[in-house]
């Protein structure tokens, strides 16, 4: 029997947030969202979310509903309200966006604001004022600090892509034995498959999921957001909605 996880992660900042990235990954203007594109979207990834039982505050759930609103609205046809004072008309047609849109700009000026706050940080965190001295017996090599090309969304969405190939996969029939796979354990064999891989060699993320139980897919991908936390795989991705390759992190 599986052991059930209650996951909280401090990567999801809010819905605002999820929105934003969604829309950089459109690379449209933010006036120009596609309401019903980006709604599919945003859902698909709520999905994901109860499948790995993560914690989903209620504001989630709250856009989500927002969104589908709007994305009513937007399917209405849409009807020009005339109003007359003194021999002057004026139209009315209001974009059901434009509130969403606001809300959006300004998360997108404070985020912004934060991250130029952190570089500025880090930044005054290098600087130290003190006499000199003699730091030779402190010199060592610092391993080179690599960013990673892939973040929690991008996880987030190649397992949404697993499971919707897992079930196109999924047999008519199939004898199911269940296991209890601790995370730690699973840890361990990931670790263990990417030490064999030959220099320069990656693991595609999707190769990690060759069974069909979900418990073993849940596991195995929380195994993996462990191993980003403690930066000890390196994930990579060339471009939008690609593969995601794996590899250890160079010592």
């Known amino acids: 029997m599986i052991v059930q996880y209650n996951v ?9 947030d ?12 933010i006036y120009e969202v596609p309401m019903a594109e980006l709604t599919e979207q945003y ?10 039982q993560l914690d989903n505050a209620s504001e989630y759930l709250v856009m989500a509903a927002t969104l589908l609103e709007i994305k009513s609205k937007m399917l209405l046809p849409k009807h020009e309200e005339e109003l007359f004072d ?17 809300r959006l700009i300004e998360y997108r000026k404070y985020k912004e604001a934060a991250q130029d706050f952190k ?6 965190g290098q600087m130290f004022t003190r006499a000199p001295s003699d730091l030779s017996e402190f010199n060592t090599d610092v391993p080179e600090k690599v960013e990673l090309d892939v973040n929690l969304y991008d996880m987030l969405g190649a397992f949404q892509k697993l499971l919707r190939r897992k ?25 263990e498959e990417l030490v064999s891989l030959l220099p320069n060699e990656r693991r595609n993320f999707m ?25 000890t795989i390196l994930l990579e991705q060339e471009d939008n909605f690609s593969d995601i390759f794996l590899s250890l992190r160079p010592s």
Do not use: C, S
């Open 8 to 16: 909280k992660l401090d990567a999801f900042e809010g819905p605002l």
């Open 18 to 29: 999820l929105l934003l990235h969604l829309i950089n990954r459109y690379e449209v203007d």
């Open 43 to 52: 859902l698909l990834y709520i999905y994901a979310m109860q499948e790995l």
């Open 86 to 102: 003194d021999d002057l008309e004026y139209e009315i047609d209001e974009d059901p966006r434009d509130e969403l849109m606001k």
């Open 119 to 124: 570089q500025l940080e880090e930044d005054r």
């Open 167 to 191: 079930k196109l996969q999924k047999p008519l029939q199939t004898k199911i034995t269940r296991q209890e796979i601790p995370i730690d354990v699973r840890m361990d064999q990931i670790l």
């Open 207 to 231: 190769d990690l999921f060759p069974y069909e139980d979900k418990d073993h897919i849940v596991v195995t991908f929380l195994a993996l957001l462990e191993l980003m936390k403690t930066n």
